[in-house]
């Protein structure tokens, strides 16, 4: 029971793990919390639900899923980020906030409020490991999400887009200086930002097979609260937070009952911020910058 | 190559340089020197393009436009910014690289790197360290260096001698006197005048944000004013830190 609570646990780590790597993306570049995040996860999901209902396979639909929600994350950036660039940092979160419930509004406007669902035989085989019964649908989640971070941290780590990232991240001016533009790597990193908020969404959808629009927002709260919990400058410790919460979670449904379900998240999440202030690889109490 | 004809800048209602006429040739190293607040760094960030100005900044015969500092690095034009500009998040290896972001000549820049390499043994000793755990000198060794990986036609370098131990500011000077036999073209700013008029051509004395004088570095050493407030004079007037 337990083993298996934590299989399922992990699932959903893993979607908290992208949504949560969607926010610290943009968080690291420009010190600013994109809210509409929460709601390219949703549009994710009904992308890839629309994908499927359309006969696509399911790599097909999580790429439908991730292009919209990059494409969404374009036009955010173009038309309610960058015109307001030089503003006070709360008027870019406000005006994603306004983004994100005109796309709550543009979904029930599309898909209705009511939940959309699968047939329940859709993708439902599943693998018995002893005592565990894993859902097919729970394995492609985990392991599209270690491939999707694997590339992640390939492409900040490695690549020369990367750097030219994490350069902006620490010192804007000096990552002009070194000939990067730094305009255009922050509407890459919201378009990564994008595609990763967009997978989880495909997948998160589709392993309960149904969604609705107001699924962004609940999700995409514990998503931040797996960002600070993982560290203020350690992009990476949402590898961390995102399981813990994750398993956290669910074990608190099964033995505890889904009543006290938030309270105990949420309640963690204050818990460890107060042991510490930085979150779990937050580093040395001084290095609290920007992130990536 | 460089010619700056009435430059302003302004930081919100406060105008730091104020109508700066001044001109560097190909193969030279010009020093511009002045006290604190003289408007020294405002006037190399925005020949950088890190800043708005008003005035004509013309580079090889192009006008160079503010505020375009990813443009003027692909022009030829690197600035070592004061405090060194090192990204301290990186390793040493990681910000040499960041030199050559700009450059699609991926042999040449292979060699360049090398080069770089033997040039500053330090920098490859400690390729994989935190950039931020470099000692000062260091740091400012890999500033400079990832600056030239770009393969500046002019260098900026603001300050480069501040804060540093004196036998490593000696070492620094060494080194701009070095980039002007590989055909580097210098723009230095600082405060140390004694040592920077011993390896400039030509200098510009700025104080609050206008040119008062200059002229060849022999000139200006025997330049009475220059004398006073830099070279050992007892008026106090500039504030040496």
């Known amino acids: ?292 | 190559m460089l010619s700056l004809r009435g430059l302003e800048v302004f930081y919100g209602p406060i105008r730091a340089v104020r109508g700066v006429d001044l001109d560097v040739q190909a193969g030279e190293i010009v020093a511009l020197i002045g006290a604190n607040g003289a408007g020294k760094s405002t006037t190399v960030r925005a020949i950088a393009g890190l800043l708005p100005f008003r005035g004509e900044i013309r580079f090889d015969g192009r006008t160079l436009q503010p505020n375009a500092a990813e443009r003027n690095l692909r022009a030829g034009i690197a600035l070592v910014p004061e405090g060194r500009g090192i990204l301290g998040r990186m390793t040493v290896e990681e910000n040499l690289l960041m030199g050559l972001y700009g450059r699609s000549d991926r042999a040449e820049a292979a060699t360049d790197m090398a080069r770089m390499r033997e040039r500053f043994p330090i920098l490859r000793a400690r390729a994989d360290a935190l950039a931020s755990q470099l000692s000062g000198g260091e740091q400012q060794m890999l500033a400079i260096a990832r600056a030239l990986l770009s393969r500046p036609r002019l260098l900026l370098l603001d300050e480069p001698s501040l804060g540093l131990a004196p036998k490593m500011s000696d070492l620094v000077f060494r080194l701009i006197s070095s980039l002007r036999d590989e055909g580097v073209t210098v723009l230095l700013v600082e405060q140390k005048a004694r040592q920077t008029l011993r390896v400039a051509d030509r200098a510009y004395l700025l104080e609050t944000g206008r040119v008062v004088t200059s002229g060849t570095a022999a000139e200006l050493s025997d330049d009475s004013l220059i004398s006073e407030t830099f070279l050992g004079g007892t008026t106090g007037r500039a504030q040496h830190g």
């Open chain 1, 1 to 292: 029971m337990l083993l298996q609570q934590l299989v399922n646990g992990l699932t959903l780590g893993a979607v908290y793990t992208l949504i949560a790597l969607s926010f610290s993306l943009v968080m690291g570049i420009l010190g600013i919390l994109n809210i509409a995040i929460a709601e390219l996860f949703m549009i994710g999901g009904f992308l890839g639900f629309a994908a499927i209902a359309a006969g696509l396979p399911l790599p097909a639909a999580v790429a439908v899923g991730m292009a919209g929600a990059a494409a969404i994350a374009f036009l955010i950036e173009k038309i309610a980020y960058q015109p307001l660039r030089d503003a006070p940092l709360i008027t870019p979160l406000l005006s994603t906030l306004g983004v994100s419930i005109i796309l709550q509004n543009v979904a029930t406007n599309v898909w209705g409020s009511d939940p959309l669902q699968l047939p329940a035989e859709w993708f439902d085989r599943r693998f018995q490991l002893g005592p565990v019964s894993i859902g097919a649908m729970q394995l492609v989640v985990i392991g599209v999400t270690v491939a999707l971070v694997a590339l992640l941290a390939y492409l900040v780590q490695r690549t020369s887009v990367g750097r030219a990232l994490r350069a902006v991240a620490e010192n804007r001016d000096i990552a002009r200086l070194l000939g990067v533009s730094a305009s255009r790597i922050t509407l890459l990193a919201f378009m990564l930002s994008g595609a990763l908020a967009g997978a989880a969404g495909v997948m998160i959808s589709l392993h309960y097979a149904a969604i609705t629009p107001y699924v962004g927002v609940e999700t995409g709260l514990k998503a931040i609260a797996v960002m600070v919990v993982g560290g203020v400058t350690r992009i990476f410790g949402a590898l961390i937070a995102g399981p813990l919460i994750g398993i956290v979670e669910v074990l608190t449904v099964a033995y505890g009952g889904s009543q006290v379900r938030d309270l105990v998240v949420y309640g963690l999440m204050i818990l460890i911020l107060l042991l510490r202030p930085q979150g779990i690889l937050g580093g040395a109490r001084t290095d609290l910058g920007q992130r990536v």
